[in-house]
Every structure is written in structure tokens, then in C-alpha cells.
């Protein structure tokens, strides 16, 4: 039987990246967008002075801002392939806890908060940080539990 008249199905790990690669692209427009983003007059490019809010709690900047737009747009190439979702939402988690650690470690007030955070920003990373690597593990896994390929054809038919 031709695989071409099949269409391709998702694994759970492509879908898992392909949403959280959405949510990263709704949030970089978001971003942009007065109202949404509180004190957007005071949006800068980068750095602890841009005073901008997402939702009026989270800092942004059109740095922060573009770094969660290549987020989504690298979520959604990676949810291509089952093995690049994972590495997307394992590897994009590692690199959020370890932002969420940098927020912690360093001193708002300086030049080391150039992306910039805030406590609501930290608490975020830490949540998307494991919640990126549950989702990559688990979803993974689940897409190895199921049936092979084969399984449907029977005893002796493969």
C-alpha cells in the first residue's frame, strides 16, 4: 500500500513543539501591540529601561520581543520531525531554567538585564523551563509506546 495516499500524522511530540511554537509567536506579537503591552511608549530595544509590560506584569523590550518570535518560528520548523520537536522543547527548556536562573542571579538594575526580566518573568521561565522539558520527555515517550508501524498488518503479513 502507497504511503502516499496516507497523509502523515503527527506525534504527540510534534504537536507538543508546534503549540508551544504558536504560543512563543502569539506572544512576540503581542509584544508589539499597545494595549496589550502596557507603557508601550516605553518600549525599548533592550536593556532593564524598557518599562513596556506584556499584559501589564511582564517586562518586554522589541529584543525580548523578536527572541520569542525566532522561538516560534525554530518551534515550528523543528515540529518537522519527531526528533527535533524534542530537542526544540528538552533543549528550549534547559535554555528557559537557565534564564530563570540568570534572573535570579543577576542585579535587575544593571546592564546584565539587557533581555529584561522581572520577577513575573522569572517565575514563567522556571514554569516554561519544566514544563517544556515534561512535555519533550513524556510526549516523546508516548509516541513510542504506541503501535509500530507494522502492527496493523498481523501475524506473518510483514
Known amino acids: 500500500m502507497s504511503t502516499a495516499t496516507h497523509p502523515r500524522t503527527r506525534t504527540p511530540v510534534q504537536v507538543a513543539a508546534a503549540v508551544v511554537a504558536v504560543v512563543f509567536l502569539l506572544v512576540g506579537v503581542l509584544g508589539f501591540i499597545p494595549g496589550v503591552t502596557t507603557h508601550y511608549d516605553q518600549l525599548s530595544f533592550a536593556g532593564h529601561d524598557s518599562m513596556a509590560m506584556l499584559l501589564g506584569l511582564f517586562m518586554v523590550s522589541v529584543l525580548h520581543n523578536i527572541v520569542h518570535l525566532l522561538f ?42 539587557f533581555v ?18 515534561a512535555l519533550g520527555l513524556l510526549t516523546a515517550r508516548a509516541g513510542r509506546t504506541g503501535p509500530g508501524p507494522h502492527a496493523a498488518r498481523g501475524p506473518g503479513l510483514g
Not at 74 to 82: C, D, H, M
Not at 116 to 133: K, Q
Request: proline letters at 3%; glycine letters at 16%; charged letters at 10%.
Open 116 to 133: 529584561p526580566v522581572n520577577n513575573a518573568d522569572n517565575w514563567l521561565h522556571l514554569v516554561l523551563g519544566v514544563g517544556m522539558i
Open 72 to 113: 516560534g518560528i525554530a518551534g515550528l520548523a523543528s515540529a518537522r520531525t519527531p526528533r527535533a520537536a524534542r530537542l526544540f522543547l528538552v533543549g528550549g527548556g534547559a535554555v528557559y531554567l537557565v534564564l530563570w536562573l540568570y534572573g535570579l542571579l543577576i542585579d535587575r538594575g544593571s546592564d546584565a538585564n
